[in-house]
């Protein structure tokens, strides 16, 4: 998820990254987490962030949602973590590393001082477990470590990776949360008792989770960022309704709001009390097609779906001008994003000439799943019901709880979903394997699509140094991928996030991480 050395450093083709243009403004400056922070911190305060849905696991090597993610890497911490503007990496729990003339062996020195919290300091042991144990998630992140061959601790303070062969995203891959560190052989606990009540390096320990209400973590005293955090608590809670959510900020009942609904944002802008931040970001929501499920195993189909969605109109309905149509898997922010990749953009008489070639030329009645509460994504699913009738396809609408909704999509239990994804490291690795190779854990972004074609260009691009040749096979990946419309590509937005006026230092990277060590709440 991030990428770093020494000292703060920028991957190659990394200039090619852009704040995502058309996004609008907020009412507090989205720059960095120096810009957000007002006066001198202030110790102490119990924050809660009210959310969409409930995390689904803790165990940071096997699980894919966001809502665990963001929890999780406020107690695990990664060798580099990704720069405020995400643009690169710089050291977390390695101070920096030297590399073999070969591009094969990196040899990482450990920042001194730092314990779990429970007091017992990291070693090196700690880290070749923990990345042994990521490596082994065959059902989860193991594939980010496909490259590596070794793991070795030959030093308390030095670590040692051979790779296999050299691997351009190394640093990236490393810094991805499924590679954070955890006590070795977790400290004496079985896998499972241990994510019951994780333990890490980060800023916050674990306090308890009452699944489907509320998750909390408390501060951990022993944290080798001297001074930090600031809070004494931060508790996520479980609240999928955009109402609720909102009543909740104005009320004190939670200082942070995620996801306010786009039809809100104008309003929270002017709102006593309110700060309405629209964070850059990279993320992309998509229209996903289970193609395990007849007729979307037909290109025809799915691409006649693609090209039937007016993305402008869903910017306007849906984002309220908050956004971009999208055109490709990657967003914009990502190095070697072909912006000449076209997408199937909207054109409604190409559209039925697609659904004349497919399988049911005359149309077919399937479902669209949805999560409850989230007032956007229903919109979406309204606005497609239309979109898609004159294609002779009727489309009934599926609404589930969040978390159910997560484990149906995951499962393939479905026809059709929206979808989205946020980048966790500067480098396409991880989203181009996640989201087009069917044997990695994630099935294809749980679609099951497989175009050999993508998938070998998307591997070669691992393990190929040169910048010009990664853009020309990562440009393969986008354009084959467009063309083959496995998912609908609908729309880059920004991160919204509607917080108090009292909440200071609360900044969300254009990877979607945040860092709530760095937050603290005025009196």
Not at 296 to 310: C, E, P
């Amino acid at each position: 998820m991030k990428h770093r050395t020494t000292t703060a450093i920028t991957l190659l083709a990394v200039s090619a990254l852009a704040a995502l243009a058309g996004c609008g403004g907020s009412s507090s400056s989205s720059s960095g987490p120096a810009a957000a922070a007002s006066g001198a911190p202030v110790r102490g305060g119990d924050l809660v962030i009210a959310r969409t849905a409930d995390s689904q696991s803790m165990n940071n090597t096997t699980v894919f949602d966001n809502e665990s993610i963001w929890i999780f890497e406020q107690i695990f911490q990664t060798l580099y973590t990704v720069t405020p503007n995400g643009k690169g990496v710089q050291p977390m729990l390695a101070t920096g590393y030297t590399v073999s003339a070969d591009k094969k062996i990196y040899t990482f020195t450990l920042r001194s001082g730092v314990k779990f919290s429970t007091g017992q300091p990291m070693t090196s042991a700690d880290v070749k477990f923990s990345i042994d144990q990521a490596s082994a998630a065959a059902k989860g992140w193991g594939y980010i470590n496909t490259a590596i061959k070794s793991v070795a601790a030959p030093t308390p303070s030095t670590v040692v990776i051979t790779l296999k062969y050299p691997w351009a995203p190394l640093l990236a891959d490393l810094s991805l949360f499924s590679n954070g560190i955890v006590p070795a052989n977790y400290g004496g606990k079985t896998e499972t008792q241990f994510y019951n009540a994780p333990v890490g390096t980060g800023p916050f320990k674990w306090d308890y989770w009452h699944k489907g209400s509320a998750l909390k973590l408390v501060r951990n005293p022993n944290y080798w960022e001297k001074g930090k955090p600031y809070l004494n608590s931060v508790t996520w809670t479980d609240v999928p309704s955009d109402n609720t959510r909102q009543l909740q900020l104005k009320g004190g009942q939670a200082q942070i709001d995620e996801f306010p609904a786009w039809s809100t944002v104008a309003s929270l802008k002017t709102t006593p009390d309110v700060t309405m931040n629209l964070f850059n970001s990279t993320r992309t929501d998509y229209l996903a097609f289970n193609e395990t499920r007849k007729p979307f195993q037909d290109v025809h189909v799915r691409r006649a779906i693609s090209l039937a969605v007016n993305r402008p109109a869903l910017v306007k309905a849906v984002l309220f001008g908050n956004g971009k149509p999208a055109n490709s898997l990657f967003p914009p922010q990502v190095p070697y994003y072909q912006a000449a990749t076209p997408g199937l953009q909207y054109n409604l008489a190409q559209a039925k000439q697609e659904m004349a070639k497919s399988s049911v030329p005359q149309g077919f009645s399937t479902t669209i799943l949805v999560s409850s509460g989230f007032s956007d994504y229903l919109t979406i699913a309204t606005i497609l019901q239309s979109e898609l009738k004159p294609l002779g396809i009727n489309l009934k609408i599926q609404t589930l709880d969040p978390n159910t909704a997560n484990v149906n999509q995951q499962s393939l239990k479905y026809d059709m979903t929206l979808t989205y994804w946020t980048m966790d490291i500067p480098d396409p690795d991880e989203l181009a394997t996640f989201g087009v190779d069917p044997k990695s854990g994630a099935r294809s972004f749980f679609t099951a699509y497989n175009n050999p074609t993508v998938v070998k260009a998307t591997h070669d691009a691992e393990q190929t140094l040169s910048t010009s040749s990664r853009q020309d096979l990562y440009n393969t990946v986008q354009s084959d991928s467009a063309n083959d419309a496995f998912m609908a590509f609908l729309y880059n937005s920004p991160y919204a996030y509607a917080a108090s006026s009292s909440v200071h230092g609360f900044y969300v990277t254009p990877l979607g991480n945040y860092h709530m060590e760095n937050v603290w709440m005025s009196k």
